[in-house]
């Protein structure tokens, strides 16, 4: 069995736990503020908190890592999907149902949203109630927006440049 190791990305708001293997990522979790524990290091944890914050710092959009989501053919069905749904934008419970061919299934979907063990690397914040409600969140609905605001004013920026 191999090893797991653990460690710590403070964004501007909230906190992350990291875990990986050796050189796979396990986890990306969003954990009360607290004080952050001694953290170990290995270069798939250097290369995720290089990516994260360079994407709070608005300059990446996607991730290129290697990671291990682990869940039911189901969830990884919906996690696939999530993957797909572009920077700045938002789909629905509905729409994600309807895109793995399942369009009964929009409460089976936030189900599997709730368990993604990759969050912000995996986007399930930019899935959103059909009415337009900001719904649950494992780092609560209050990050969700913030993470939500912090893409379409880096969009609002790019499209700017572009002018």
């Not at 969830?75 to 797909?84: A, F, G, N």
Request: charge should be positive.
């Amino acid at each position: 069995m191999s090893e797991h190791y653990i460690s710590y990305f403070k964004p501007p708001f909230g906190l992350l736990l990291l875990e990986s293997t050796e050189d796979v990522l396990l986890r990306v979790q969003w954990v009360k503020n607290q004080d952050i524990p001694e953290t170990e290091t290995r270069p798939i944890l250097d290369e995720t908190k290089k990516q994260l914050q360079e994407y709070f710092d608005g300059k990446r959009e996607t991730f290129d890592l290697s990671f291990n989501a682990r869940g039911t053919a189901f969830q990884k069905k919906v996690w696939k999907v999530l993957r797909q749904i572009p920077y700045g934008e938002i789909k629905s419970y509905k729409d994600i149902a309807e895109a793995i061919n399942n369009p009964t299934a929009p409460r089976a979907v936030g189900r599997a949203n709730n368990k993604n063990p990759l969050n912000i690397i995996i986007p399930c914040h930019r899935v959103i109630a059909t009415s337009g409600l900001l719904t649950g969140y494992a780092g609560g609905v209050e990050i969700k927006r913030k993470l939500l605001a912090l893409e379409r004013h880096y969009l609002r920026n790019f499209a700017a440049r572009d002018e």
